[in-house]
């Protein structure tokens, strides 16, 4: 089913700001399977030049579509999630995103297109300090396989 | 910050060695774990069989993730990395066996920025198969 073009444009903020732990950034870099101290180990951070523990490039996935994520459920949205498959994604930084930052997130979706049989979704989230820091610009793109049919 | 690469010492078309990454299903349950990501074609065969997928596929966030990790340990610094995109061009199979899947990443210097940045361009494959495609960090060197 082809989504529905009005949602494009829209902007989601989050509710509550996402506190970024040691123990969460730990986790994550034990699950893509790297071994860095400076994922782990505050001293190996600081002596790195950080403030302390230094997230992953890829670590603003776990809630920079917390917000978005609602959009994406509604039911006039007219997405099937279970077919649905990452197209592209990117992160952008002005600083990296370290433990004890606490972040909060808007997300438009800024575009919806046709690809073939597929429909293309892409989010732009931009994540700053709950003190109005920017700190990343995240921009995903999601493909509902045969959305287009 | 202490990258430990010279941005005077590095020249465009300059080549990062290729690096093999397992991909086992266990990695999968972890990552999903770990993201929040826990769509089931990623760890459940049944169902993505039955959504036309050929078996359980890897997040393509979990391959973004290897080539991150490719180019943090190339630079020596995991916030060196000021810009890092992606288009998951094909996916990653991972069977249910001891052997599960490889992802290979290589790179290459392609641009010289100012500020000491450069641009790396990845190439990743999964067996023959390009997994990435547009797959670039721009990197803050020493």
Known sequence: MALNRDFVGRTYASKSSYEVSRVKIREFAAAIGDGNPIYRDRDAAQAAGHPDVVAPPTFPIV???????????DPDLGLNLAMVVHGEQRFEYVRPIYAGDELVTSSTITDIRSAGRNELLTVRSDIATVAGEPVCTTYNTIVERGGAA | MTATVKYDEIEVGYEI?????????????????????????????????AVGLPDVIAHGMYTMAQGGRFVTDWVGD?????????????????????????????????????????????????????????????????
Request: glycine share 10%; net charge neutral; proline share 4%.
């Open chain 2, 17 to 49: 060695p290729a690096i093999g990454y397992d991909v086992r299903r266990l990695n999968l349950v972890m990552y999903a774990g770990a993201s929040g990501d826990f769509n089931q074609i990623h760890w459940n065969e049944r169902f993505a069989k």
């Open chain 1, 63 to 73: 809630f920079s579509l917390q917000s978005g994520g609602e959009a994406l459920a």
């Open chain 2, 78 to 142: 995991p916030g060196a990395v000021v810009d890092f995109g992606v288009r998951f061009s094909s996916m990653v199979v991972v069977p249910d066996d001891d052997e599960g899947a490889t992802i290979t990443i290589s790179g290459v210097v392609e641009q010289k920025l100012p500020d000491k940045r450069v641009v790396v361009a990845l190439t990743a494959r999964a067996g023959d198969t390009r997994v990435l495609s547009k797959a670039r960090a721009v990197v803050q060197l020493a």
